[in-house]
């Protein structure tokens, strides 16, 4: 009997350490994490889920320029498609959603401005994009922001564009603000507005819709400069990974198509500027 007692309890012992072993085995995926994905490891990637064109959840399915960036970026970092997770992240939240960890990085038509850079990192420039102007298809009367005198204006609430362009090119234009894109949009196919102002990508992104497409275009002559970066957490380590990434699409081709694929439908052509040449990090 005590044989038996001593061999049951030895059995135990092993058991309770195998099992041990394996739980601090899974604890482990982070190591991973910080050079590629491996089995069951994910990446959480910060979008917008409103911007057709760039970023764009529909039901369980991601679009846009940006997705196709970030999902080639994740790719060259070892993570395969499957092991993203795509996280919502609006403008006001993307710096506390890196400096929380609730991201790993951001691909959101996310300006590289200094004041940023003091509390989170950048990657890239992926685009450069400029503030433009989109107007019916058939207009060939505004060619610029000072042709907006006495004419009306569309942009988002809250959104600076629309006022910049009445305290700097035409003090007489007439504003109308919107909850979102698609409203001034829906306003200017309507004739209710003459145009709607924001960054030029994000407007094609608009005019590439089908619901769009011949009734509105581009005017195609950017009157700013954003740098679209990648953002990441303050003094991550994954920066010159993903600098390289983007390098690696633009020379491979894979940028330009993804850029055609999800924007080429408005007939927009970028800047002179694009593609860019990403910085150097540090």
Same mark, same amino acid.
């Given at each position: 009997m005590r044989t038996r007692h001593r061999t049951r309890t030895l059995t135990a012992l092993t058991l309770a350490g195998?099992?041990?072993l394996a739980a601090c085995s899974s604890d482990?995926?982070?190591?991973?994490?910080?050079?590629?994905g491996t089995g069951g490891d994910t990446i959480r990637i910060g979008i917008k889920f409103d911007q057709p064109g760039l970023g764009f959840k529909d039901g369980d399915t991601y679009t846009g320029f940006d997705v196709a960036v970030a999902t080639y970026v994740a790719d060259k970092l070892g993570f395969s498609e499957d092991q993203i997770e795509f996280v919502e992240s609006p403008s006001a939240q993307r710096?506390?959603?890196?400096?929380? @960890?609730? =991201?790993?990085m951001i691909f959101a038509t996310y300006s590289i401005t200094d004041e940023r850079k003091e509390v989170v990192s950048f990657a890239g420039p992926y685009f450069v994009a400029g503030q433009d102007l989109l107007v019916a298809a058939d207009d060939s009367s505004i060619g610029g922001p000072e042709d907006l005198e006495g004419k009306n204006l569309c942009s988002v609430t809250g959104s600076t564009s629309a006022q910049r362009i009445k305290d700097e090119y035409a003090a007489g234009t007439q504003l109308l603000e919107q909850p979102g894109y698609s409203e001034c949009v829906t306003a200017l196919t309507a004739g209710t507005v003459d145009a709607v102002t924001t960054d030029d990508i994000i407007?094609?992104?608009?005019?590439?819709?089908?619901?769009n497409? @011949?009734? =509105?275009?581009?005017?195609?002559?950017?009157?700013?400069e954003e740098n679209y970066g990648v953002g990441l957490p303050k003094d991550s380590d994954r920066c010159q990974a993903v600098t390289d990434a983007i390098s690696a699409m633009i020379e491979d081709g894979s940028w330009q198509s993804a850029?055609?694929?999800?924007?080429?439908?408005s007939g927009y052509v970028p800047s002179d500027a694009n593609p860019p040449?990403?910085?150097?990090?540090g």
């Open positions: 195998a099992l041990a482990s995926p982070d190591d991973d994490d910080a050079t590629g710096e506390t959603m890196l400096q929380n @960890g609730q =991201v790993d407007l094609a992104g608009l005019a590439s819709i089908a619901a497409e @011949g009734k =509105v275009k581009v005017v195609g002559n950017p009157f700013s850029l055609d694929e999800n924007v080429g439908a040449t990403p910085a150097a990090c």
